[in-house]
């Protein structure tokens, strides 16, 4: 009964591979995210969609591709991975509030290392 | 462009003693604010949040946060920390009004001795 839920929690993979990271939530929310958070801890957002329709799309390379195929689910595909791609990428949904008051709720991450 | 700082890089407290962590944005008009907390090795979970009204707020586990709106802060306090405390916190802002992103801080590690 985890309210967002991220697949899989680790991923080791050579440069170059192709990888999908799923994110999936049971909160019936509108909005759903993805973070990257560097070896730092510095979080970033990535992309937003809200309602399968994407609203952010912050500067993130074109091998990031996400996919949306309904509001439960926003998935993560990366081609061609590099070694800056290490990272843990964190899944979020958010209900559709109102005047920016909506909370994000995280998923546990997924780790990701290219070597 | 909006901006999070948060001064301290890592803090390192005895159990029992008191915490502030700073937070500073740098946008000038209406915001909503959070405090989100990241244990070692798991996903991040909301400490507290502030939207408006009282500018004191508390939160989970005994932790409070100000809001100063003449300063632009909203620092994290709780008076007697726990060993269980010891995580990565962090501060976000995201402006009032919009759809906008939640623009994050660096995190402030905190490590509590026992």
């Known amino acids: 009964d985890t309210a967002v839920s991220q697949t899989p929690k680790y991923l080791v993979t050579q440069m170059g591979n192709d990888k999908s990271i799923k994110c999936e939530q049971n909160?019936?929310?509108?909005?759903m995210y993805w973070y990257k958070q560097d070896s730092k801890k510095f979080l970033k957002i990535m992309f937003s969609?809200?309602?399968?329709?994407?609203?952010i799309n912050e500067t993130v390379p074109n091998r990031f591709s996400p996919k949306s195929p309904d509001k439960a689910h926003l998935n993560l595909h990366i081609n061609s991975l590099e070694l800056g791609d290490s990272a843990v990428y964190f899944c979020?949904?958010?209900?559709?509030?109102?005047?920016?008051?909506?909370?994000?709720?995280f998923g546990p991450g997924t780790r990701l290392l290219v070597l | 462009a909006q901006s999070v700082s948060q001064h301290n890089h890592h803090v390192i407290l005895s159990e029992a003693a008191s915490l502030e962590l700073g937070c500073n944005y740098s946008?000038?008009?209406?915001?909503?604010l959070f405090w989100y907390v990241q244990y070692p090795g798991q996903h991040l979970q909301l400490l507290l949040k502030?939207?408006?009204?009282?500018?004191l707020v508390k939160g989970i586990k005994g932790f409070e946060a100000e809001f100063i709106k003449s300063k632009f802060s909203f620092n994290l306090r709780k008076p007697s920390v726990q060993w269980s405390d010891t995580a990565e916190y962090f501060c976000?802002?995201?402006?009032?009004?919009?759809?906008?992103?939640?623009?994050f801080g660096k995190g402030t590690k905190l490590s509590v001795k026992p």
């Open positions: 976000a802002v995201k402006r009032g009004g919009s759809q906008g992103n939640l623009i």
């Open positions: 502030y939207f408006s009204g009282d500018p």
């Open positions: 909160l019936g929310h509108d909005t």
């Open positions: 946008y000038g008009g209406t915001v909503n």
């Open positions: 969609y809200n309602n399968k329709e994407l609203i």
């Open positions: 979020a949904s958010s209900p559709m509030g109102t005047r920016g008051r909506e909370t994000q709720y």
